[in-house]
């Protein structure tokens, strides 16, 4: 971290949908409230998002069978040769309501691992995680989108799945499609659409559904510059009504510009 001083759609699309929730990568815009016991009798806390001792490992297999029945009989003779990776080791962070906190670091540093925890993506290994609000995150490219639906179909099934009613997202769709402009392409497959596009339909909706606390990695790499300047001029409104920000992003300009820490 830097601081400056140092209510179903169609049942076609209900049915489909359905492929996509199984799917573990659409659980990344599921709208969610806390990750850790809460008493209501608690004081309110000033964060929305806190790490306590937060450690994430992950288990690195060094040879992959190549049958199935290698990998039994690997298993049964306890031959599988791994060892232990923590990704995020013993992070403890408190990140303010209202705030926006800029992650910034070298590739395989944890800063993708940190958002996925927050979002609830990966649960740690050691540690309590605490969020207070509504989320939404943007963390991969094309996550909570279904390829085979049309833009169309996602916008609606996203919502659903962050917890907003058909009715919700209806009187939404006209602005995000409106905001995402891509045209005609909004009734095309998502297999269809360029890593700009995915980028542009998928931050239109993150940012339309009006979420408390917005996560980011690194999405707004993608997409011209335009664009670009439209999301953070959008972010930059987000940020004076009070909404709380975690900003993963290589371009030190942006986070200085538009990060408190």
């Keep these: 971290l830097s601081d400056w001083s140092s209510d179903v759609c169609s049942s076609d699309l209900y049915a489909r949908s359905w492929h996509c929730f199984l799917d573990s990568r659409c659980f990344t815009n599921t709208r969610m409230i806390s990750f850790s016991t809460f008493s209501e009798s608690m004081e309110p806390t000033p964060y929305a998002i806190q790490f306590e001792n937060v450690t994430q490992r992950f288990r690195v297999i060094q040879e992959r069978p190549d049958t199935l029945r290698e990998l039994f009989a690997k298993f049964l003779r306890h031959d599988v040769s791994y060892h232990d990776f923590d990704a995020v080791k013993d992070i403890s962070l408190n990140i303010a309501k209202a705030q926006t906190v800029g992650v910034i670091g070298r590739n ?7 958002l996925k925890i927050a979002a609830g993506v990966y649960k740690p290994s050691q540690g309590k995680v605490t969020v207070k609000g509504t989320l939404a995150p943007l963390i991969e490219l094309g996550a909570g989108f279904h390829h085979e639906l049309t833009g169309r179909e996602n916008i609606m099934l996203n919502g659903l799945l962050m917890g907003y009613s058909k009715r919700e997202m209806l009187a939404r769709e006209s602005s995000i499609i409106e905001f995402a402009e891509i045209g005609e392409f909004i009734d095309s497959p998502v297999k269809q659409y360029s890593s700009g596009m995915y ?34 001029e959008r972010i930059e409104s987000f940020q004076k009504s009070g909404k709380t920000i975690l900003l993963v992003s290589h371009a030190m300009g942006q986070i200085e510009q538009h990060c408190d820490h």
Aim: net charge negative; with cysteine; aromatic share 8%.
């Design 199 to 232: 980028m542009r339909l998928a931050f239109a909706v993150a940012t339309e559904v009006d979420p408390e606390i917005l996560l980011l990695d690194e999405i707004l790499a993608v997409g011209d510059t335009s664009f670009q300047q439209k999301c953070f």
């Design 108 to 114: 395989g540093s944890g800063k993708s691992t940190l």
